[in-house]
Each structure stands twice: as C-alpha cells, then as structure tokens.
C-alpha cells in the first residue's frame, strides 16, 4: 500500500503509472523551468506569523464566490488532456469536486466534453476558453458552455502562442518519432494502457469535434495549440466575449498590475493571477511575488484568484494572505487523479482542507475574512 501524506506523494504515485511523455508534459515548463521552480520555491518561503492562545475552536473555512458558498476558498484550474492521465479523468476529477461542493474548470482542450461532464455530474461546472482565430467557433463554445450550464467564463489570456517545453521535445509528446515513442512508453505502462489507453477511449479532445473531427489525436492536439491561438487579441476584442458572455467573467493569466486594471476596466469580475504553471514565459515573476503588487491595483474591484505552486492547504492560506480571494489547484488534483482516480482527487481536496485548517489553527484565524497581510511574518514580501 502506497501511503499518501501530501501532494507530493500523488505525485510519485503518478509518476511511476504514467508514461514519461505525460508525466513530462504535467511536470514540466517552459525553457529552463526558473519560473516553474520560483512558483513553489517563492510560495513556500513566504512566513506566516505563528500566533497563540486565541481561542481558536470553530474555525470555517468557507467564503462566497460569485453568489455561490464554498466550503473551500478552492476551484479546480484548467488542464488540458486531464483524460489522458485517468480514463474519463476530467468526469472522474469533476465529480469529486462536486462531491465537496467546489467548481470544476473544464479546459477548452479537455478530452471529455462539456456536455459528457455535465451529464456525469451535478455542481458547479466553469468553462475555461483560449483565445482562437476562429471566433465563430469561440462563439459556438460559450454557446454550448451556456447551455451545459455553466457558471463561469475562465479567459484564458497568457497563451498568444504555445511556450516552448524542452522536455516534450525530448520525452516524444512532441517531435518526429512521437507517435512511436509515446506507444512504446504506454505499453511498458500497463496499468495505465489497460485504464486508459484502452478503457478511456475515445481519445479525442470533446471540444474541439466540430473543428478536429472524431479523429483527433495527440499529434492534432498540438498541432491544433500552435494554429490556432491569435497573438493579434488585444483588450477591445475582451469586449466582445463581454458581449457574448453574461455571467461571471475570470481572465486568467494575469500577472501585472497594468493588466490587472484592464481586465477589472473591461468589466471582468474576477482574475487568476497566473503564469500557467511556469508553462509560458519563462523568467516571469511567480504568482506569489505578483500578487501583492496586483492585489493594491484591483483589491476590492475585482476578485482575485490565483495559482502556479500551490501544493498544499497552508499554500492555500499564503496566497490568500498576499493577497488572493481563493486559489486554483492545478497540477495538484492532475497528479491526484492519474495517481488515483476520483477517490485520489477526493483525498487531495481532504488533504487541502486538513492542512489550511492546522495552518489557521497556528496563525489564530477562525475565518477567511479575517486573513490578509497581518497574517504575514515581518519581512514576508522581501
Ligand atoms: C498539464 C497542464 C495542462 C494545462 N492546461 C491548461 C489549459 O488547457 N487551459 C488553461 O487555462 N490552463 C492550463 N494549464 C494551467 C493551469 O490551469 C494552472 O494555471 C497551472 O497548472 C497552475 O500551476 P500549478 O500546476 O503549479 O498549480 C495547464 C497546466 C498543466 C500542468
């Protein structure tokens, strides 16, 4: 029995029943990875005060987002191909998140449809969506997203194009012999060829059908990322998805201050304050190390979520003390899922809440509230 004591064993767990192109491709970043390491390295440095003796029973950790109470200031973030690394996984991942009463993000490029998670589960469902050339096919999308219902509109902002990842070059998701590389990987995996290289079929990005066809691949996957993202977006043409969008509207991917006023200026109700997971511009600033600077632009005008290195439930609490309304969990539930399931994804979403209530517990804070830069040891935002 593997026993599992933090998200860091989940992902050992799924990295010894993952083929190394997937496992690679959730690992890794972009170029050299600094920023992919400065996301966990700058979050975990930052020092909460230890506080004592203040009566601190009844702790809660709910808060209210977009009309909605959350047992959790936590929704899960966007990843593509999460059905890859489970079979069905974004159904599988979704409905433990439902089962907590937190939102699920569906990634334009998710392997199960809107529509298939939605029939396999009920709670709140946000539909994340890239910016692409093709804006009737955009339009179709926040038209199917409406009608599955959901209840959120995740922008997607800090993908103009693909960031280059030296290591899908170098682990075959990417590349001439690819296709040959990645089937070798998967059948020396079998426990995950049998769940999901033979059980999780079709392997096809639900999506994309209308524009990929029922043949779509890994190949056409990345293909598909690098066609077909628009560098030319610029914040008027926000007014547009404005227009086609009525309920709460999240532009993620927002890292600077400037941008941050833009998004709350087009009328956006919320931010993710993110560099995609290390995943594009390499040398950025970690979420952690931005977010104060955006929280004193539009603290109060919009609500500011954010991610990139969020590992644990006492991560959780650090970013809302720098300054974050609540907190997408991203390779954190991926690695949960293709370790185990939907009952790892449950464990995870346990484990976050076990450990932001140790860490409000020892910063002495009963509620959510009440957490914001106090809460910060002297010298936390050196
Ligand atoms: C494998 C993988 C796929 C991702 N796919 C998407 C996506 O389709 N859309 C999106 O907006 N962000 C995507 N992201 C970024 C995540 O939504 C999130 O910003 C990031 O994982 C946060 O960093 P963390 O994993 O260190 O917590 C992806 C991230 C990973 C690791």
Request: with cysteine; hydrophobic share 45%.
């Amino acid at each position: 029995m593997s026993v599992v004591a933090s998200t860091g064993d989940f992902e050992r767990l799924a990295r010894s029943r993952l083929p190394r192109f997937l496992y690679d491709y959730a690992a890794g970043g972009a170029y050299d990875e600094a920023t992919l390491g400065r996301n966990i390295d700058d979050l975990r440095s930052v020092s909460l005060r230890q506080r004592v003796l203040r009566d601190v029973a009844d702790i809660d950790t709910s808060t209210e987002m977009f009309g909605r109470r959350l047992p959790l200031p936590v929704a899960l973030a966007p990843i593509g191909i999460g059905g890859m690394y489970r079979r069905r996984g974004e159904v599988q991942a979704a409905r433990a998140a439902h089962a907590r009463g937190l939102p699920f993000t569906v990634s334009t490029v998710a392997l199960c449809s809107i529509e298939e998670i939605a029939q396999a589960t009920s709670g709140p469902l946000w539909f994340q969506l890239y910016v692409i050339r093709d804006r009737g096919f955009m339009q179709d999308l926040i038209a199917r997203a409406k009608a599955a219902k959901a209840e959120a509109l995740v922008f997607t902002v800090d993908m103009p194009v693909p960031s280059a990842r030296w290591r899908d070059a170098h682990s075959g998701m990417s590349g001439r012999w690819g296709p040959m590389r990645r089937l070798l990987q998967g059948a020396g995996k079998p426990l995950w060829a049998l769940d999901v290289g033979l059980g999780g079929r079709p392997h096809r990005l639900g999506n994309l059908e209308p524009v990929l066809g029922t043949s779509s691949g890994m190949d056409d996957y990345m293909a598909w990322l690098g066609a077909n993202f628009d560098p030319s977006i610029q914040w008027r043409d926000l007014e547009w998805i404005r227009h086609q969008w009525d309920g709460p509207l999240i532009i993620k991917g927002v890292l600077d201050r400037e941008d941050a006023r833009a998004a709350a200026d087009i009328g956006a109700q919320a931010i993710v304050v993110s560099n995609h997971g290390g995943r594009q511009l390499d040398g950025a600033l970690s979420s952690a190390r931005a977010l104060p600077a955006v929280a004193d632009a539009v603290g109060g005008r919009v609500t500011i979520l954010a991610d990139s290195g969020v590992r644990s439930g006492l991560d959780v609490l650090r970013m809302l003390a720098l300054g974050a309304d609540g907190v997408l969990l991203g390779r954190a539930w991926l690695w949960a899922l293709a370790a185990q399931g939907e009952t790892g994804v449950t464990t995870m979403l346990e484990l976050i809440e076990k450990e932001m209530r140790v860490a409000m517990t020892l910063t002495g804070i009963k509620t959510l509230t009440g957490v914001n830069r106090s809460i910060l040891a002297d010298g936390a935002l050196q």
